[in-house]
T-cell receptor
Framework: RKEVEQDPGPFNVPEGATVAFNCTYSNSASQSFFWYRQDCRKEPKLLMSVYSSGNEDGRFTAQLNRASQYISLLIRDSKLSDSATYLCVVNGNPANAGNMLTFGGGTRLMVKP | EAEVAQSPRYKITEKSQAVAFWCDPISGHATLYWYRQILGQGPELLVQFQDESVVDDSQLPKDRFSAERLKGVDSTLKIQPAELGDSAMYLC?????????????FGPGTRLLVL
């Protein structure tokens, strides 16, 4: 079983739609959670951190359910520019040295006119 | 805005040849990471440095891969000999510290194709 699992998609949605991505992680000791965005043939860039209380940044809302080891990302009012791959990222066990990030395989989103 | 620099951006080589990639992290970032990303998958950590010391290289195939950060600033990742399965994007990232909430900033990557 992969440490961080995501539906690879692609999710094809029309402009203005609301779309949700889910992610599950296997290490219950994980402490930090993030969503990264990766455009085609580009490097990953941090989209937002995910906090236990849930957090929102404009059209993006991230939620964490520690009991179910589940992370979600909701995008409202999708724009063409939101087309990208969204990577769910989990920080490793804090008992280990370092700051090891474990990436999911990514969910590809395509927003169409 | 400061960026992580990587070179070369693209590299084509034949199997059994040696290749080397270079990374210059954001100034002041003590922690440096090398990741490998195979097409259609997420990045996987190969090695992590804290200053000049290796913190984690458990996923680095040490029979053919080596990494160094001699002065605790820029870093080199080497593959010798390259194999067909090494074709991937090699990403370098850096962060100020290795703590869990620190953002990792990625460079543009080196895309390697082994023929």
């Amino acid at each position: 079983r992969k440490e961080v699992e995501q539906d690879p998609g692609p999710f094809n949605v029309p402009e203005g739609a609301t779309v949700a991505f889910n992610c599950t992680y296997s290490n219950s000791a994980s402490q930090s959670f993030f969503w990264y965005r990766q455009d085609c043939r580009k490097e990953p860039k941090l989209l937002m951190s995910v906090y236990s209380s849930g957090n929102e940044d404009g059209r993006f809302t991230a939620q964490l359910n520690r009991a179910s080891q589940y992370i979600s990302l909701l995008i409202r009012d999708s724009k063409l520019s939101d087309s990208a791959t969204y990577l769910c990222v989990v920080n490793g066990n804090p008992a280990n040295a370092g700051n090891m990030l474990t990436f999911g395989g990514g969910t590809r989103l395509m927003v169409k006119p | 805005e400061a960026e992580v620099a990587q070179s070369p951006r693209y590299k084509i080589t034949e199997k059994s040849q040696a290749v080397a990639f270079w990374c210059d992290p954001i100034s002041g970032h003590a922690t440096l990471y090398w990741y490998r990303q195979i097409l259609g998958q997420g990045p996987e950590l190969l090695v992590q440095f804290q200053d000049e010391s290796v913190v984690d290289d458990s996923q680095l195939p040490k029979d053919r891969f080596s990494a160094e950060r001699l002065k605790g600033v820029d870093s080199t990742l080497k593959i010798q000999p390259a194999e067909l399965g090494d074709s991937a994007m090699y990403l370098c990232a850096s962060s100020r510290t290795p703590t869990g909430q620190e953002t990792q900033y990625f460079g543009p990557g080196t895309r390697l194709l082994v023929l």
